[in-house]
């Protein structure tokens, strides 16, 4: 099995910074893609940032200059940066993998999810 473990994730006030990490684990042969959804409040889960093997970096429009998402292949890990938060930025923020096995292409993993609270 492969499981991704979050960390990070917490309150901070508008204009601060949070890092937050995920690392995989398991029967992983090769990740292609690494990224981070949020859902917020009443909302359907959307696309933050992703990061492919080769580095290319997608972000989401809202987050464009404020985020930074990088990754660490030897560790099996990604990151994102948030700095200049807003309260919009409020959600549960979930990391997902599509990855190799072996035998097995294009698998999905996702995280368990870590909230992130941006208040005053």
């Known amino acids: 099995q492969v499981q991704l473990v979050e960390s990070g994730g917490g309150l901070v006030q508008p204009g601060g910074s949070v890092r937050l990490s995920c690392a995989a684990s398991g029967s992983i042969l090769s990740i292609s893609t690494m990224g981070w959804y949020r859902q917020a409040p009443g909302k359907e889960r959307e696309l933050v940032a992703s990061v492919t093997s080769n580095s290319r970096r997608n972000y989401a429009d809202s987050v464009k200059g404020r985020f930074t998402i990088s990754r660490d292949n030897a560790k099996n890990t990604v990151y994102l940066q948030m700095n200049s938060l807003k309260p919009e930025d409020t959600a549960v923020y979930y990391c997902?993998?599509?990855?190799?096995?072996?035998?097995?292409?294009?698998?999905?993993?996702w995280g368990q999810g870590t909230q992130v609270t941006v208040s005053s």
């Open positions: 997902n993998v599509l990855y190799d096995q072996r035998w097995v292409k294009n698998l999905r993993a």
